[in-house]
């Protein structure tokens, strides 16, 4: 392992230990802390104000009881859930957390066959109620190879800055396939990554696919076998939807605060690539383009946040620029209907960058990019934050890139006032 990644490891394992009163063990002796057998995850999930969930695997039994209670609270003031894992999702087991509070820490932990271990449990902050002011923290990865970089110190660097949620917009790994069962063995192993996992049981997950998740590179809506990836990915994660019911794919919406979140799913009705750049050229089909468009309108939050793993206009081959139709119909949505406060989101490119489209482009306000990718699959393994503050009379959005090396290429603060029609 290269000096400064063992360097950040021991400074981010040092760090979870204190969190978690994990007994530090010598840098001579280890470099990583070994995840007991027995489950795979606890992952958080779908975290709202009134209610999350836990994903959890337990391939041996499925004695598993998850006791959860609001931090500081006696044990005894806390609920218990005996959850079972559904055949019908490959024996994914998915406990609902609920009676939560808005804007309240939690804290929970996990017993399998009647023992317990500390890297089985963990903490999270539920949202505030929507559209109530508040400051929030969102952490954006892509891009994991868990085959080329099973050691990924990045994720002790991101949870070290206490988000409050996380997106993974695509590419979490690198399966190119649709066979369930090499999907599901590729995320697991993904899960058993030490420093993974740490971010996953204490920072609320919300998912979505690119192409090497979803079937081979740049795959798209005509691949072959693509249902079996869809029911493989809503058995992975316990996502807060997936598709509409006239609609099938992983595309859904959430709010966090005075924050909505829309993520789209840019492979599930894509258009081939090489299909001629013409009005029937999709990257989205026309139903989701629909439901995105109805959400920003309906959406009262201050910021909206539009997650997808194609960039508007960096990649040359597989994303937005080689769709012109579809790409004018995104702006116009936001545009033409006078949505303030719109942010995009992306991955795939392996390089984290800070991009905005003109007005020129756009017709209406610069629409920001903040494209966040390889934080376990490129030269800087970097990733992206962006800060909300929606207190202020001038709500601000401080973004944020951050490298496996600690450095910060890039950190500037977007003001709502921005982001609005002239």
């Not at 868990?146 to 070290?160: C, E, K, R, V």
């Not at 990915?233 to 807060?240: G, H, R, S, T, V």
Request: charged share 25%; with cysteine.
């Amino acid at each position: 392992m290269p000096r400064v990644a063992q360097a950040l490891l021991l400074a981010g394992y040092c760090l979870l230990t204190a969190a978690t009163s994990i007994a530090p063990t010598a840098a001579a002796e280890v470099d990583r802390i070994s995840l007991p057998p027995g489950l795979v995850g606890p992952m958080l999930n779908n975290v709202s104000s009134t209610e999350a969930t836990l994903w959890m695997f337990a391939p041996d039994t499925q004695d598993v009881v998850v006791k959860y209670r609001v931090v500081g609270d006696a044990p005894e003031q806390g609920e218990e859930l005996k959850p079972k894992g559904n055949p019908a999702e490959h024996n994914a087991i998915k406990a609902r957390l609920i009676h939560l509070k808005p804007g309240t820490e939690y804290e929970f932990e996990v017993i399998v066959a009647g023992k317990g271990n500390l890297a089985w449990n963990g903490k999270f902050r539920t949202p505030p109620e929507a559209g109530k002011g508040s400051k929030t923290k969102l952490a954006v990865t892509s891009c994991m190879d868990y085959g080329d970089n099973p050691i990924q110190p990045s994720w002790f660097l991101m949870l070290a800055e206490k988000p409050d949620l996380h997106l993974m917009i695509g590419d979490n790994v690198y399966a190119n396939t649709t066979d369930r069962e090499k999907l599901w063995n590729m995320h697991l192993d993904q899960r058993r990554v030490v420093e993974f996992a740490a971010v996953m049981r204490n920072v609320p997950t919300f998912a979505m696919w690119d192409d090497h998740d979803y079937g081979p590179n740049n795959s798209d809506g005509t691949l072959p076998g693509k249902e079996r990836s869809l029911v493989s990915f809503k058995e992975l994660f316990a996502n807060p939807g997936a598709g509409t019911p006239e609609t099938p794919g992983a595309f859904y919406r959430f709010a966090w605060g005075d924050v909505d979140v829309f993520m789209l799913d840019g492979r599930y009705h894509r258009s081939p690539d090489d299909a001629p750049n013409d009005d029937k050229k999709r990257m989205l089909g026309d139903a989701q383009m629909k439901w995105l468009a109805a959400g920003l309108k309906a959406s009262k939050a201050k910021f909206k946040v539009i997650a997808s793993g194609s960039t508007l206009t960096a990649s040359r081959d597989d994303g937005w620029r080689i769709y012109d139709y579809d790409r004018k119909r995104l702006y116009e949505s936001i545009m033409q209907q006078k949505i303030p406060g719109v942010v995009y989101l992306s991955g795939d490119i392996h390089r984290c960058q800070l991009d905005a489209r003109p007005p020129s482009e756009t017709g209406g306000y610069p629409l920001y990019e903040i494209t966040s990718s390889g934080i376990a699959n490129s030269r800087t393994d970097g990733y992206a934050t962006l800060e909300f503050d929606t207190t202020v009379s001038d709500p601000t959005i401080r973004v944020k890139i951050t490298h496996g090396d600690a450095t910060v290429p890039l950190d500037r603060t977007l003001k709502l006032s921005e982001l609005q029609i002239p």
